[in-house]
């Protein structure tokens, strides 16, 4: 099998990862770009078919949910990306039973989110060789865009990665990208800053629980914890088993799930 590691950089002016709870009338967006919605704009990307039918997942991610990927934000603030509250009209008529066919909605939205995103792919499969054949050459079969239609994105630095190998943990260590976490943190917290301090960071630890895969059953998110840090963290930390980490280039570490 031919697996090749390759990475990009995805950007928009603008991003909405709609949670599905509503909270006082306002949508909320997740902070993170999460693996569903990153599919999404893989199987934009490759051609494939989106939501067509209630309770029938998309083509893309009927072929696409078992890559491996990983995400690491980009130009944030310790993880978090700007953002602002807009509300807009939708006069249709067709968007609700408003008196007058009149939605007022509220949207929380992301202001220029932009994420480096790894895959990896087995370019003996037809679709992923597609796959990274556009995303080498910057094409895309239709406009991919960030979590809404109204956000084009596009992507940038596109890489390839020969010098890669799974991480054994046998050593202390910092994790590039988001990763799952399988136990608190917190008591790893204290020896991951006093190293961090040592070399002069100002670590920091955001978390989030973010969409990970669908619940086939129910068709609701599956969720996991996340974290992002810049911190050195023990080895004693028991990581994601359903995950694979590389250490890429002989430096940064990132995870795949």
């Known amino acids: 099998m031919s697996k090749k590691l390759i990475s990009f950089d995805l950007k928009a002016e603008f991003g909405f990862f709609k949670k599905p709870d509503i909270n006082e009338g306002i949508c909320l967006t997740f902070n993170m770009l999460h693996k569903p919605a990153l599919l999404g704009i893989l199987g934009a ?33 310790k993880g978090n990306f700007t953002k602002d509250i807009i509300s807009y009209n939708n006069s249709t008529g067709l968007a609700s039973d408003e008196r007058g066919g009149n939605l007022i909605a509220t949207e929380q939205i992301l202001i220029k989110p932009s994420y480096r995103c790894f895959l990896l792919l087995n370019l003996e499969n037809e679709i992923e060789k597609k796959l990274f054949d556009n995303i080498m050459s910057y094409k895309a079969e239709f406009l991919p865009y960030m979590g809404k239609n109204d956000f084009s994105a596009w992507w940038t630095n596109s890489m390839e990665y020969g010098d890669i190998r799974e991480f054994d943990f046998s050593t202390d260590f910092k994790i590039d990208t988001i990763f799952i976490k399988s136990e608190a943190v917190s008591s790893y917290i204290s020896n991951a800053f006093g190293r961090s301090a040592r070399l002069n960071i100002q670590p920091f630890v955001y978390f989030e629980k973010l969409p990970i895969a669908f619940d086939e059953k129910l068709y609701q998110y599956q969720y996991a914890d996340i974290v992002y840090s810049n911190a050195i963290f023990s080895n004693e930390m028991k990581m994601s088993l359903n995950s694979i980490f590389y250490k890429i280039d002989n430096a940064a570490i990132i995870q795949l799930f």
């Open 45 to 77: 990307i490759s051609g494939m078919k989106g939501h067509r039918k209630y309770e029938e997942f998309p083509e893309y991610y009927n072929r696409l949910k078992h890559l491996k990927v990983g995400i690491q934000p980009l130009k944030s603030d």
